[in-house]
């Protein structure tokens, strides 16, 4: 996915009620941008650190622009624009890029499911049957290390989904967790069960009942982001 028109850079000056991003452009310009991202963003962002972001034209906008990639306190590179996660997959998924999901018919998104009301990412058509997937932004990485981990806050509405899907497994139907790795210099990622234990749990409960785990990395620079690996997941 190439940015077009091309990305505009500055710097982060703050991200504060959560959706709005002051930063100043390389031109001295001071902006407040729109922040696309309902996590908590941990170590995801740095007070003067390098962003890029698109700008809109549109009027009938509020803000002039969408906060897309951040410069991380550990040198890296994030995809914070958490919408970009399902286009990523999505355009992989067309392209073969994600090998155990090759061979669908027919791709639907945002279909209703499941026992508590909820809306499955991606519902993968094959001949034998259907594949629901579920589609995570992954953007929290740490000092010295290469392992990402998910979720950045406590996510009641990610346990909902993973006992979702697990309900799926056990009456049969393939059901998929897809982490979609945003962050640069990453090889592994894992449940943050520092963060939020009840999650850890119900990613454990729903791969013992049949749930498949699957994690992808994002090559991410300001003029492109694409998956472009598969990683390992872990549980220990």
Known sequence: MRFNPPLEEGRLIRRYKRFLTDIETVTGELLTIHCPNTGSMLNCMVEGG???????????????????????????????????????????????????????????REVPYGQENSRIDFRLDYPDGAAYVEVKSVTLGFDGSAIAAFPDAVTQRGAKHLRELAHLARDGVRAVQLYCVNLSGIE?????????????????EAKAAGVEVLAYGVRVTPEEVCVDRRLEVLFD
């Open 50 to 108: 390098q962003v890029w972001f698109s700008r809109s034209n549109d009027p009938k906008r509020k803000l002039p622009g969408t906060w897309e990639i951040a410069e991380t306190p550990q040198g890296r590179l994030a995809c914070v624009n958490t919408a970009r996660a399902n286009q990523l997959i999505e355009e992989a998924l067309h392209a073969g890029m994600i090998s155990e999901l090759n061979g669908f018919t027919a791709l639907k």
């Open 188 to 204: 592994a990622v894992r449940p943050a069960v520092e963060i939020d234990p009840a999650y850890a749990a119900a990613l454990r």
